[in-house]
């Protein structure tokens, strides 16, 4: 008599209790998170708890993120987005929006290229390949996604990945024009005095924002209603906001683990079936975009560093650590391109994704 099979890790650790699977998924999280911040890839809080959720989803945990929880966290990345705009950037906008708007239009129309491309030979479906290719806020896009229809998953690979590949030549290319080598992220205070007006302007912001964004029907309602009213209340009345780091990673992980969690051993095979291609269309648009800022510095005459570290494709903050970095680098500048990217990308995505799928069809 043969004996029996041992258990598969899909039922042995769907078997386990909720409580045990929580455990294990916030231990391997915070170790995969850990490892991430010490190789200095940027997103360690949402990516780590990532791939931990796709090694527990994929291997049978049932536990889940309430929707509770994934909407909180969605309204407090909102918040994020509201906080980083400051003054400066609209009035560098003001002095050259004709220039930014020509340089968004070229990136969104090279993105929505691929994206077209990318879905027309069925190498992903539908408008998931348009919004993993969108060059704005990765976690923004990823939320907006969802709520459209995509598959949030194969968006958050595609995006995520972007942000590496983003990050990494960044770095990479900096030292070509500066010394960043004795430079160093500020330290990253996990535990601040708590500034209870802030702090609680915050929490108003994100929960006021959700509700606002339900009764208008947005999509995406929680992450685009506090983004919104965190915006109009932070820069037309002045209102400062706190977002504790302790705070903020805890929505990254929640973020991670809800994407994660609902990966399946399909998913995961389809996705890495399709990495060439989608290696090689994160790399033309890297191209791309390093085309429009080599026309920014000779036409224009703007500082090559400031040119290239304006037009990537994402990985905003490990940008704006950069450009910060040297001297010879117009920080505002490159802020305001980016967020007016990202503030047009929010604006249009979803009806561009709904033109790109349109085109597919036919």
């Known amino acids: 008599m043969q004996p029996p099979a041992p258990p598969t890790p899909t039922q042995s650790l769907g078997n386990l209790h909720a409580v045990a699977q929580w455990v294990a998924l916030l231990a391997v999280s915070l170790i995969f998170a850990a490892l991430l911040e010490y190789a200095g890839l940027p997103a360690a809080m949402l990516l780590g708890p990532m791939l931990a959720a ?45 220039l930014f708007l020509g340089i968004v239009t070229a990136t969104l129309l090279a993105s929505s290229f691929l994206g077209w491309f990318i879905s027309r030979f069925r190498i992903l479906p539908g408008t998931t390949a348009v919004w993993g290719s969108a060059p704005g806020g990765a976690t923004a896009m990823v939320l907006m996604a969802g709520a459209f229809g995509a598959d949030a998953r194969l968006v958050a690979f595609m995006q995520y990945l972007r942000v590496i590949f983003v990050s990494i030549s960044a770095a990479m290319i900096a030292r070509l024009w500066v010394d960043t080598s004795g430079v160093e992220a500020p330290a990253s205070i996990w535990f601040p005095a708590i500034e209870w007006v802030p702090f609680g302007t915050t929490l108003a912001i994100a929960l006021g924002g959700g509700l606002v964004g339900q009764l208008l029907r947005l999509p995406s309602p929680y992450f685009l209603g506090a983004a919104i009213l965190g915006a109009v209340v932070h820069l037309w009345f002045g209102a400062p906001m706190q977002l504790p780091v302790w705070l903020l990673g805890t929505s990254y992980m929640l973020i991670g683990w809800a994407i ?60 704006a650590i950069i450009a910060a970095a040297s001297d010879n680098v117009d920080l505002s500048f490159v802020m305001a391109l980016q967020s007016a990217r990202l503030v047009i990308v929010l604006a249009i995505g979803p009806s561009l994704a709904r033109l790109v799928a349109r085109w597919i069809k036919t």
Not at 268 to 287: K, W
Request: aromatic share 8%; charged share 10%; glycine share 12%.
């Open 54 to 98: 796709i090694l527990a989803g994929t291997n049978g945990a049932t536990v889940r993120v309430s929707k509770f929880g994934f909407a909180g966290s969605q309204a407090l990345v909102g918040c994020l987005v509201a906080a980083s705009l400051s003054p400066a950037i609209f009035v560098t906008f003001l002095h050259e929006w004709p």
């Open 260 to 319: 994660g969690l609902n990966f399946t051993r399909a998913i995961l095979h389809h996705a890495a079936r399709a990495l060439p291609q989608i290696i090689g269309s994160i790399v033309a648009l890297m191209s791309f975009c390093g085309g429009l800022a080599w026309l920014l510095s000779h036409e224009l005459g703007i500082d090559p560093l400031t040119a290239y570290l304006a037009t990537s494709p994402g990985g905003m903050d490990s940008v």
